[in-house]
Every structure is written in C-alpha cells, then in structure tokens.
C-alpha cells in the first residue's frame, strides 16, 4: 500500500459521510496522489469494519466491471467487488427513495445462493456449481458516492464497487439444465425495454464470475460462506434511474423483479 493509515480512515470517513448524507464527494485518486488498488481495499474494509460494528451483517457480496467495455472504461483487465450487508437488501416490488442516493443506476444479474461455503484459492465454475443452490434474477442499485461517476478502479473499489442495494427475486434450484450464459436479460424503464445482454457477457457464464470471486476474497482471508449470495455482474449497460421512475429487469428461465423510486 501507498497511503498512511490516517489517510486510509480518512478517505473512509469522507464516503461513509457521502452515503449518509447523499452527498458525493471528488474523486479519491485526486485527493490522494499515488493511492492504488490495495489501498482502495483497505479503504472499503474500514467501512466494512464500521458498519459490522454498528450491527449489520454481510449478506451477500458482489462483483464489478464483469464486462469487457467497462474493463476497456477503466483501463483494467479483471473485475473487482464490495460487500452486500442485510439493510442493503430491499424487498421485490418495493419503493426507494430516490433523494437517499446519489447518482442511482440499475442493472440485470444473476443472484447466486450458496448452501456450501466457496473458499480460494483454486476454486472453479464446477466448484461453484456444485456449491449453489439457487440462482435468481436480481437488480443491483450501482450508486457512486463520487461526484458525477468520475472514477477511476481505485475510486469504485474504495467506494464498496459503487453497491448501493439489490433487490432480489424467487430463488430457482440452479439445475444442470440452467445455462445461464445463453440466457437472456431485459431491462426496462417504465415499461419500456431500454438494453438487453446475454448471460456470456459476464465473463462468458455468471458461474465463472463466481469462481472468481472466491478466489479474489482468498487473500483477505474471507470465503463466501454458506447461507450468503452472490451477485454476479450485470448482462446490460447500467442505466440512470430518477425520481417517478419504475425499473424492472427479467431474465429467461428466472422470472423478474421490479422497484419504484419515489
């Protein structure tokens, strides 16, 4: 790491206020010259930390720029991933207040339910399928606590990977007939489709993305434990979500959920 401890809590400081009041802050990586991935890490475990501590427990986690042009956007080659707690979670057909965020995005993925625990290094998609129980389709809210969405790698993994909440829908046991990289994802705003994206654009199959995942956690000594999921990165473009809108997402084979911003 490059950055003094102070200003590893300092720069935590400043996104746990951004959250909580709404209010985004300049880019990290401008304020803090030279700051790099391992920094950034750091950055989101102290948040991580905070938040056990006031009573929160991680439910899920989720993973990043899982997608070629957003890797390309970066400038990076592999993805990256924050941590889902229990108030994160938001009911199926539920209503969230636009003004409690900062710059609201939605996007179509793949929820996956482990009933075994998935620990790297080493661990593979047939790991993972043999350790899931139920995948589902799911929203991720993205909101970036950086002004305007500009951002570098170190600035979304400092800011928990731009997570802002997920709604999640029925769980369907993940069979061997479930090919989710062929599946299909459809996003709409209003009732109206605004982009669709196949399974394969998330590392070629979700599962594989998964995989990943586990084996990234392996170094901060973490796994994915049983009873937790998984976000597994979205089949579409991000699209901006305002006040009055209403946002559903479906996905072939898996059903669909939907959320209203008021």
């Known amino acids: 790491m490059t950055l003094m401890p102070g200003m590893i809590d300092e720069a935590a400081a400043l ?21 790099g991935v391992a920094d950034a890490y750091a950055i989101q475990q102290v948040n991580l930390a905070r938040r056990l501590g006031d009573g929160r427990s991680v439910a899920g986690h989720k993973i990043g720029l899982t997608s070629k042009p957003m890797q390309t956007l ?108 062929a599946a299909r994802a459809s996003l709409c705003l209003n009732g109206t489709e605004v982009d669709s994206g196949l399974g394969s654009a998330v590392l070629g199959d979700p599962a594989a993305a998964v995989a990943w995942l586990a084996n990234a956690l392996a170094p901060f000594g973490t796994e994915i434990l049983a009873g937790q999921f998984v976000m597994s990165g979205s089949f579409t473009a991000a699209a901006f979500v305002h006040a009055g809108d209403t946002a559903s997402g479906a996905i072939s084979g898996l059903g669909a959920v939907s959320l209203t911003f008021t």
């Open 74 to 181: 970066l400038g990076v080659d592999e993805p990256d991933f924050g941590y889902i707690l229990d108030d994160m979670v938001v009911p199926n057909g539920s209503a969230v207040a636009r003004a409690r965020l900062c710059a609201p995005r939605v996007e179509p993925e793949v929820a996956f339910l482990l009933r075994k625990p998935l620990r790297g290094p080493g661990v593979t998609v047939d790991d993972v399928r043999t350790a899931t129980e139920a995948v589902a389709v799911a929203l991720e809210i993205v909101d970036s606590r950086i002004a305007d969405w500009r951002l570098t790698l170190c600035d979304t993994v400092a800011d928990n990977a731009s997570c802002g909440a997920v709604v999640i829908g029925d769980w369907v046991a993940y069979t061997d007939d479930i090919d989710l990289s």
């Open 15 to 35: 996104l746990a206020a951004a959250d909580a009041d709404a209010a985004p802050i300049g880019q990290l990586t401008l304020r803090y010259r030279g700051m």
